[in-house]
Nanobody, 119 residues
């Protein structure tokens, strides 16, 4: 299983970024995908999640209306569009795959991509 995030960087407050997570090594279209983030000194928190089909999404309240998670099962890629970014959105953003293995669900993580929101 390999999850490779990209698209992070430095952006001014109010700006936008689009993160991508390229997945390989498992059946992407059967797996729910999520984005998490971890700011310095804080616990990792859920940002958004999307079902295997893409029909169901959910967001942490503080991201609703600003962030959009989507996926392209033909490209084995999940995206996170982030708009109206705030300094408090600064964190390392991680891609997560919840992979069904028999009767169990197993989580895998990418290496993370840094997002810094600062003027």
């Amino acid at each position: 299983v390999l999850l490779v995030e990209s698209g992070g960087g430095l952006v001014q407050p109010g700006g936008s970024l689009r993160l991508s997570c390229a997945a390989s090594g498992f059946t992407f279209s059967s797996s729910a995908m999520s984005w998490y983030r971890q700011a310095p000194g804080k616990e990792r928190e859920l940002v958004a999640a999307i079902s295997s089909t893409g029909l169901t999404t959910n967001y942490t309240d503080s991201m609703k209306g600003r962030f959009t998670i989507s996926r392209d099962n033909g490209k084995n890629t999940v995206y996170l569009q982030m708009n109206t970014l705030r300094p408090e959105d600064t964190a390392v953003y991680y891609c997560n795959a919840t992979i069904p293995l028999g009767a169990m669900l197993t989580n895998y993580w990418g290496q993370g991509t840094q997002v810094t929101v600062s003027s």
